[in-house]
């Protein structure tokens, strides 16, 4: 039940929305809204292909999360859906066995020619992995999970790897610092390397792109890094090897040196759409200049672009709210669930599977997350690992993707701890270092008896600084008895709400509330914040599990500039 303060923020909020496609009607298209996709969404890169129904494909960086690679599927750039995931089986790639937070599947190129979808990428990790860490991954049939191939391996110079096709049909791999090769698909055999263009001298030449069109070989690239000096930049050549020549008006995409919300515009990708107009997909931060809070990380945002003969593209600014060339509103978008932005209504029914957009650190041990077990219908048993804050073993962990700037997430937990420091229970979790978590633990008291509370603790501080110190509560006597929602809200932008409260209708805690600023940079500056819950022996010998039921997530608002918010959508 929402506060009479959300009920006051609907009415302004829509009252926004609305002068903003007043002002998208007056310009004669539409209103194209930032992000595209909210929440996590790094490193994009799109299709649009006529062959499926002209549908817009598009993939994102998952990193270290599971099942990975999501290949989202949109007809309007507007409604998206999840069409699957190219990476689902561990016998794919098991190798998450890594110690970097911030390692794993990196930037990922998603092309189609001749029928077949291409994602093609590189694993990051410590160099304990012999193997080679560029993988290629192929489907005849992007709307199933079981379709997308074994990988083809291969040997990059550099992360960030492209696919291209030459007009003979040859097939090229292009790397960061612009490294180009053939690359044969079924074996991963690269040819001899040339390097196009190293950019226009700052950090970071990556995220290359290579286009042909009106007889000249585009090349895109990122430079500045993936902080609030990133840029997009690009060159082109007669031939595909080069000369390449950067274009006088670089950068052609960028956020920096200003004010914008929206900041660390970069690693673009461009695509046309159905009618012939250009689009420019990037990962943005909703943080401002000041670079601090943004729990969300890098976001994928859309904006148009037009591309005369013979020209460099003019590529708009990335701005919360555009006005965009106009594509007809559809929500008949294939998928393997509901329309991104539906809230969370997840009772785990005998039979069912867990929903598509609920996600796991690493591989996880499958065998602790068990729909409705006997005794006990309509609830997801999480059986607990031994810790979440360290080691490369799986962890006792599911979660969503916060994708709202204000929003509420529940769950019930019913939990009967046994052993000293056993704990269940909701985490705002950026990477293992980095999260905060509200369970119920069992501790003991000064008489050495056992004895439950409620715990909000944080792991790491990350832009905050020094993790706050804990907050504890006893459990009321008279809550024993019924499952205990535990909850988290963002009131605003800088803040998470910890709640608790008894199912039978017994009262509410408040535990706190903590700066967003705790899951933002530190140990994750490439990821984004999740929503879950977890079970834990915190190191010691407990196997009690919980059983989680009433999964809720509603998103209530986005803010897409300085000082607008718009309902979620």
Known sequence: MFSPCWRIFGIIATSLSALVLADAAANGNKTHLN????????????????????????????????????????????NWRLASHALTRETQWPHFNTTGQNEGIFAITLRFHQGTFYAITFFVSDGSN???????????????????????????????????????????????????????LDTGALGPVTQLWNGTGDRNPEGPHVYKKDGWYYLLIAEGGTEVNHTVTMARSRTLTGTYVGFEGNPVLTNKNTGQY?????????FKDG???????????RSGPEWVNYPMGREMVVTPATWEEGQFPVISPVRGSESAWA??????????????????VFDF???????????FWRWPNLSSFTISP???PNTLRI?????????????????????????????????????????????VFLTQLQHIDLGIVQVVDKLNHGMLQLRLRTTGGGNFGAAPPAVVHPIPNSWRAAPITLAVRADNDTHYTFSASSNSGLGRIVLGALPATIVSGGTGPFTGTLLGAYATANNGTGTTPAFISSWRYTGIAQKIDNHTFVPSW
């Open 327 to 344: 594509l007809p509103v559809s929500k008949n978008v294939r998928g393997r669930g509901p329309i991104y932005g539906t809230p969370d």
């Open 349 to 359: 029914a005998p039979g069912t599977a867990l929903p598509t957009n609920l996600l």
């Open 383 to 427: 059986s607990p690992s031994p810790d979440i804050s360290s080691g490369v073993d799986p962890i006792s962990f599911i979660a969503r993707l916060q994708t709202d700037t204000l929003f509420e997430y529940s769950v019930d937990v019913s939990f009967a701890p046994t052993q000293l420091d056993e704990e269940a229970g909701i985490t």
């Open 374 to 376: 006997p005794g006990h």
């Open 275 to 285: 009618t012939g107009h250009w689009w420019a997909s990037a990962l943005a931060t």
């Open 262 to 270: 929206f900041q660390t515009v970069g690693h673009a990708d461009l």
């Open 35 to 78: 992000p595209t996709i909210p929440g996590w969404h790094s490193d994009p890169s799109c299709v649009f292909v006529p062959e499926w129904d002209d549908t817009f494909f598009c993939v994102t960086s998952t990193f270290l999360v599971t099942p990975a690679i999501p290949v989202h599927a949109s007809k309007d750039l507007v």
């Open 130 to 184: 012999p193997l080679p860490p560029g993988l290629l991954f192929k489907t005849t049939d992007p709307f199933d999970d079981a379709a997308w191939s074994d990988p083809v391996l291969f040997r990059p110079g550099n992360i960030d790897p492209d696919l291209f096709w030459d007009d003979d049909n040859v097939p090229y791999m292009t790397c960061a610092e612009s490294f180009i090769s053939t690359i044969d």
